[in-house]
């Protein structure tokens, strides 16, 4: 497509700054990319068609791509609270990142973030498509090289080479040598960025102080709480003020079914009315049960296993319609003849690629995660002989989420 000359290198984060376009150039830096070494690219070589999952790549791709190169972007591309490029992405068809949806638009290149879901990512290399994944650029140095990285990686290192010149040029223009003003990042839950980032360089390049450095921040994170070495309160103790006012209410008389009393309660009453229907009908004309045919106590006694029944039949019946419109139901609009045909005869190659290792693998996965769960908390409310233990009141959920965020932060996820 053509570029976007007069909105240059608006990039990622839409702006309306008064430092006008320049300095909408310098936030591009926010979230493009890359650090990937990749092959250099001849023009003849040159995708000819490429997908970006990803809304910096798709920032990146629209600027660089030739006319009819880029098949794709994401659908937050036409977003216009994250997108500095809304006009010019609603001409092109938007994708939401899945797989299979990516693989039917059958891609040369597929640009991706490093925040783009791993799955995703996986599974389109596995299925041969060549996948560039672009980690955002931690300086305003990194800016030109990440662009000719992507240049090269579409066969369009010549455009990239004009639009680095301009980059430079504007960048050169906007540095302030002035007595530097304090200034501060500030996001969502007192979130900001200090030292060694983007952020930090592009409000020093443009006459600015951070507040997050003075505070001690290095990366992104909350300032630590406490005073500066001159005695003022630090922003970070300010957010932890903050935090600790936040009351969390309730009744803790609410809890008492969990301790012991309520739930004791409820258990026992169960076990009686269980016994009660479990007890043997009374012997009535001579103990031969026929006075319990005629109190009709036999016949609930009889009627209740072909209930039993009918209710496992039903679930069993949910579950397999269910597990067959996971198989006929995805991001790609593949009509149900060619699924069934694709998944039973292997005729249609993408086709087939979709059915048996996407949406065949995740059915199954998602039918035995379904297993397990249910038969885990069965186990459970038997183990505790309690009909409402779950896994949030006896700290399941508290402990998975606590190793997931072990596993996250220690690398081991990786």
Do not use: K
């Not at 249910?374 to 606590?402: D, H, K, T, W």
């Amino acid at each position: 497509m053509a570029n976007p000359g007069g909105r240059f290198l608006r990039g990622c984060v839409r702006g309306s700054d008064p430092l006008g376009a320049g300095l909408r150039t310098v936030a591009l830096c926010a979230s493009v990319a890359g650090s990937a070494l990749l092959p250099a690219r001849a023009q003849a070589d040159a995708p000819a068609r490429v997908v970006s999952i990803n809304l910096c790549t798709d920032q990146l791709a629209m600027m660089l791509a030739a006319p009819g190169q880029l098949v794709s972007v994401s659908a937050l591309a036409v977003e216009p609270q994250s997108s500095s490029m809304v006009e010019e992405a609603r001409g092109i068809p938007q994708n939401f990142g899945q797989a299979e949806q990516v693989f039917l638009l059958r891609p040369d290149l597929v640009l991706a973030g490093a925040f783009t879901a791993r799955a995703t990512v996986d599974l389109l290399r596995r299925l041969g498509v060549t996948v560039v994944e672009l980690p955002p650029a931690d300086s305003l140095d990194d800016v030109a090289a990440h662009l000719r990285l992507v240049g090269a990686a579409m066969g369009r290192e010549a455009e990239a080479e004009r639009l680095v010149a301009r980059y430079e040029a504007d960048l050169a223009g906007l540095r302030v040598t002035a007595e530097p003003a304090p200034a501060a990042m500030y996001y969502p839950n007192g979130y900001t960025t200090g030292a060694g980032t983007l952020a930090d360089e592009i409000l020093r390049h443009t006459g600015f102080s951070n507040v997050a450095v003075a505070a001690g921040l290095a990366g992104g994170g909350h300032p630590a709480a406490g005073t500066a070495g001159d005695g003022r309160a630090r922003d970070g103790g300010d957010l932890a003020a903050l935090s600790r006012r936040v009351a969390v209410g309730g009744d803790p008389r609410a809890s008492g079914v969990a301790g012991g009393a309520g739930a004791g309660g409820v258990g026992r009453g169960d076990r009686r009315r269980l016994d009660l229907r479990h007890a043997p009908c009374p012997a009535r004309g001579g103990g031969d049960g026929r006075g319990a045919a005629r109190t009709g106590c036999g016949a609930a006694v009889a009627g209740r296993p072909l209930s039993y029944r009918a209710v496992l039949a039903a679930l069993g019946a949910l579950v397999a319609l269910l597990f067959a419109a996971s198989l006929l139901v995805g991001p790609a609009a593949l009509g149900f003849t060619d699924s069934v045909v694709a998944l039973l005869t292997g005729r249609g190659e993408a086709v087939v690629l979709v059915m048996r290792e996407i949406r065949l693998p995740r059915a199954l996965l998602g039918l035995m995660v379904g297993a397990v769960l249910g038969l885990s908390g069965a186990a459970m409310q038997g183990f505790l002989r309690n009909p409402l233990a779950e896994p949030g009141l006896i700290g399941v959920s508290s402990s998975a989420a606590l190793g997931a965020v072990i596993a996250l932060q220690t690398g081991i996820a990786a």
